[in-house]
């Protein structure tokens, strides 16, 4: 699902450069649920942000899904991701102005899917929202903006998501439903799972561990 060769990526601001990632190389299977750690700063969120398409590489070759990344322009890697790719995010980004079923329809019905709101419905009754469809994101708890979050990653069926932080903002409680809720759904549907986090206990759920460090990557915790 995921090949990345030697790719480092480094940042310019008015301190200087600053290597993010240095020559990192990383393989990972279909269906397969990986951890990522790491200390703040360490490249966690830039790497999910490459294997998004959303960064490119300083240097490097990234394949996802059996697309060489490098070789898409900006409208190819928007249908990519709209194909293969779903997104849980740790503030959740909803449109405040949209409902849940319109939050978790509108990347689909971007994408050109005829039955994004059926799908939108669907997914929200999966996530235990099926009596939340019409409610803004507001009138919403944050566990619940963030199955809807979820919702939205899973609903059009990838093959790859990619969380960063997803409880970030959650009590533990509300974080363990949620977790429970993504791990439940990678399972159902077969996709690959990368999960940034802090929280050890989390990525031991995992079937991998990572750990980003000084811009090099080694499995394990």
Same mark, same amino acid.
């Given at each position: ?5 030697n790719?480092s990526y ?6 200087? #450069? %600053? ?8 393989? %990972? ?16 969120t830039? *790497?999910?942000?490459?294997l ?17 990344l490098?070789a898409l322009?900006?409208?190819? *890697?928007?249908?990519? /991701?709209?194909?293969h %790719?779903g ?5 959740? *980004?909803? *449109? @405040?102005?949209l #409902?849940a ?6 990347p689909m ?6 039955d ?5 419905k ?9 009596h939340?469809? &019409? ?6 708890s !944050? !566990?619940?903006q &963030? /199955?809807v =979050?979820?919702?939205?990653?899973f =609903? ?6 990619l969380a960063?932080? @997803?409880t ?5 409680s #509300? !974080?363990?439903? %949620? ?11 077969g996709? #690959? ?12 759920r995992?079937?991998?561990?990572? /750990? ?5 990557m080694?499995?394990?915790?």
């Amino acid at each position: 699902m995921i090949a990345v060769y030697n790719v480092s990526y480094s940042l310019v601001s008015g301190a200087g #450069t %600053v290597n993010v990632l240095e020559g990192v190389s990383w393989q %990972v299977g279909q269906g397969q649920s990986v951890a990522v750690v790491g200390p703040s700063g360490s490249g966690k969120t830039s *790497l999910l942000m490459l294997l998004a398409g959303l960064e490119r590489p300083t240097s490097g070759r990234i394949v996802v899904a059996n697309h060489d990344l490098l070789a898409l322009d900006e409208d190819e *890697l928007a249908r990519f /991701r709209q194909r293969h %790719v779903g997104i849980v995010f740790q503030n959740f *980004l909803l *449109l @405040p102005a949209l #409902t849940a079923e319109e939050n978790v329809a509108l990347p689909m019905e971007l994408a050109g899917i005829a039955d994004a709101r059926e799908r939108a419905k669907q997914a929200l009754v999966q996530v235990g929202l099926g009596h939340r469809l &019409q409610h803004l994101p507001s009138q919403l708890s !944050g !566990g619940e903006q &963030q /199955r809807v =979050a979820v919702a939205r990653a899973f =609903a059009s069926a990838p093959d790859l998501i990619l969380a960063d932080e @997803p409880t970030g903002n959650l009590d533990s409680s #509300t !974080g363990q439903k %949620v977790m429970d809720l993504l791990f439940d759904l990678q399972a159902t549907q077969g996709a #690959t799972l990368i999960l940034v986090t802090h929280d050890l206990q989390l990525a031991r759920r995992c079937s991998r561990q990572m /750990r980003l460090r000084g811009g090099t990557m080694e499995e394990g915790l």
